[in-house]
């Protein structure tokens, strides 16, 4: 759908509240109609101004005149051979691309979204790296991405995951107001929001202080300062002892188990004196560790050998945390744990 031509530039899904009772004041509009645009929005997940049956049909034009409502536009969704799991390319309102991707598992509806366009990190195995950084997405363009998603899907989102493009505790806050916006207004559980941090530990203890009950997902991917290091350049500045340190910091406020991924990487970081540093690294914590075997990006890096695999698990199974694998889905189509970069800008 093409977008009028004297729209403004940010979307009704960014409006603070002011905003939103400013235009609804100079269309001579009561301010009650904002909870009636809310509700269409955030539970009935309407892509569009003309579906909101319960606003006048002049004001609905004279909304779909002014301002676009939502922040993105799907361009692109491929799908994979399992046909359980699908990859959304989207526009931003600026013209920036950025990939959700939606996995039906059984019961569960987890979709994985993007909080940032390319992202700063520079993780030696991430796809996303190569991108650069471009932009922080704001709140609405990261919870329009749910919206477009429960749209498209035939069952309920169940887990929304911040494990797309981006590194969320980059752009902590617009990240925060958008978990807020699926806990409080879209009925999201907390502990069926999981946000991922590459490791930026002050932002780990802010999470902490402040409270939040979302799940925390920590990337640690090496067993060591220096195999950490060697792919992920941003131990240099947070310590792996830092990010433990806040680690525990965070259970003794929070009370809840974090869930360390661990990127498994050939001859990186996949012996079984890995296994053995990892058991002694976070025996003191209660924790979850997620291994999962790398899907090949095409760089230096390669996947290991299921016997490989196999190895590193065994050498965890006296470990005192609970270890599962995520054989990641929809690596055929480059949505797997991080596939997701924008080379396609058709
Ligand atoms: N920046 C955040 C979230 C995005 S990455 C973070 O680092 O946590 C989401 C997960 O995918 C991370 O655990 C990351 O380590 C993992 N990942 C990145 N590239 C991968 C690859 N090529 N294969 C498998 N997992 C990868």
Redo the contacts with the bound molecule.
Sequence with gaps: MSRPKNAIKKSYLDLNENEVESILTELGESPFRAEQIENWIYNQGVVTWSEMENLPQLLREKLENIIPLHPLRITKISGSDTEFTRKFLFETLDGQKIESVLMKDGKRTTICIS?QVG?A?D?K????ASMGFIKNLSSGEIVDQVIHLQAQSNSKITNVV???????FLNYRNVMEAAKILNQKMGYGARRITI????IVPKIRQMANEGHKYKL???L?GSNEKSRNTIMPLTKTHSLKSLIDSAHYYYKKIHRFITF?Y?LLEGVNDSPEDGERLIDLLRSLPCKVNV??????GGE?NRPNEDNIHGFLHSLKDAPFTVTV?W?KGTDIDA????LAVRDLA
Excluded: D, H, K
């Excluded at 195995?125 to 996303?128: D, G, L, N, V």
């Excluded at 991922?196 to 490791?199: K, L, P």
């Design positions: 909080s992202c990190v993780c195995f991430c796809a996303t911040f494990m797309g493009m981006g590194e969320p991922s941090t590459a490791g997902a920590i990337s991917n991924e990127v999962i075997p790398y899907n090949e990006i890096y995520r990641s797997g744990c991080g596939q």
